[in-house]
C-alpha cells in the first residue's frame, strides 16, 4: 500500500513499530546544463525531500537501511557511486549513513545492464516491425525480472520493524510484500517540475507545427545556389 504523505495522521512510531516501513522517494536526475528555473524547481525539489524524510523519520522511526536504484553495489563502494550519479541524492543518502543506515544494494549487474542495452535499441526506433517486436519483448521480460529481483533483495534485507527509504524513479512496477507499508515522497516541486516539462514539450510541439511544410534548410541553399 502506498500513501501520500499528506495522508498520514499523526502516525506514532508505536502504531507501526512491528511494520517494515520504506520511504519512497522519486529519484530526479539532474543533467549537468540545464535551465536556471528547471535547476532552481530540482533544487527546491530536494530540499523540500530533506524535509519530508526527516519529518517522517521524527514519527516513523529513523532509517536504518538505504537502497538506490542503478547502484548494484552496497556500502562505501555504492556511497561513492551515488555521488557520482546523483549529487542531491546524495546528500539524503550521506545524512543518513552518517546516523548509521546501511546501503544495501538493490540492483543485479547483469539484469540492470540488459535492460539499459535494450532500452538503447527501442530508442534508436527501429523500423522493421518483427525485430521491433522481438527487442520490446525482451525488454519486457527483463524489466519484470529486475523487477522481481529489486522487490526480493528488500523483503530480505529489510527487518520487522526496520525503517529504509527508497530512491527509485516513477513507474518502477516494482511489488513490494503485503507487511512493508511505502510512504510516497511528494514534495510540492515534483509536481512544479512534471508541468514545467509539460509545458516545455507543448511548446516544443506548436513551434514544430508552425514551421512551413519543407522547410529544413535545405531547399534555401539550392535556391541560393541557383540565383548566383
Given at each position: 500500500m502506498t500513501e501520500q504523505l499528506g495522508e498520514i495522521?499523526?502516525?506514532?512510531?508505536?502504531e507501526f513499530k512491528e511494520e517494515r516501513k520504506v520511504f519512497f522517494v522519486p529519484l530526479v536526475l539532474a543533467p549537468r546544463e540545464l535551465e536556471a528555473?528547471?535547476?532552481?524547481?530540482?533544487e527546491r525539489y530536494w530540499e523540500q525531500v530533506r524535509s519530508q524524510v526527516d519529518s517522517l523519520e521524527v514519527k516513523l522511526g529513523q532509517v536504518v537501511r538505504v537502497y538506490h536504484e542503478l547502484i548494484p553495489a552496497g556500502g562505501e563502494d555504492a556511497a561513492k557511486a551515488i555521488e557520482e550519479l546523483s549529487a542531491e541524492s546524495y546528500q539524503v543518502v550521506k545524512s543518513r549513513v552518517d546516523r548509521g543506515a546501511e546501503i544495501h544494494p538493490m540492483e543485479d549487474s547483469d539484469l540492470l545492464t540488459e535492460l539499459m542495452d535494450w532500452t538503447r535499441c527501442l530508442a534508436i526506433g527501429l523500423q522493421n516491425e518483427r525485430v521491433?517486436?522481438?527487442?520490446?519483448?525482451?525488454?519486457?521480460q527483463i524489466q519484470?525480472?529486475?523487477n522481481e529481483y529489486i522487490g526480493k533483495q528488500i523483503d530480505e534485507t529489510l527487518k520487522g520493524g526496520e525503517t529504509a527509504i527508497l530512491?527509485?524513479?516513477?513507474?518502477?512496477?516494482?511489488?513490494?510484500?503485503?507487511?512493508?507499508?511505502?510512504?510516497?515522497?511528494a514534495p510540492p516541486a515534483l509536481d512544479e517540475m512534471k508541468r514545467w516539462l509539460r509545458e516545455r514539450e507543448t511548446a516544443a510541439q506548436r513551434d514544430e507545427m508552425r514551421k512551413p511544410e519543407g522547410q529544413n534548410g535545405v531547399e534555401?541553399?539550392?535556391e541560393g545556389e541557383a540565383e548566383s
Open positions: 495522521q499523526k502516525p506514532s512510531v508505536e528555473d528547471l535547476r532552481e524547481l530540482i521491433f517486436n522481438t527487442v520490446y519483448e525482451s525488454f519486457v519484470g525480472k529486475r530512491m527509485m524513479r516513477e513507474g518502477h512496477q516494482v511489488q513490494f510484500p503485503a507487511d512493508i507499508k511505502v510512504f510516497y515522497i534555401g541553399e539550392v
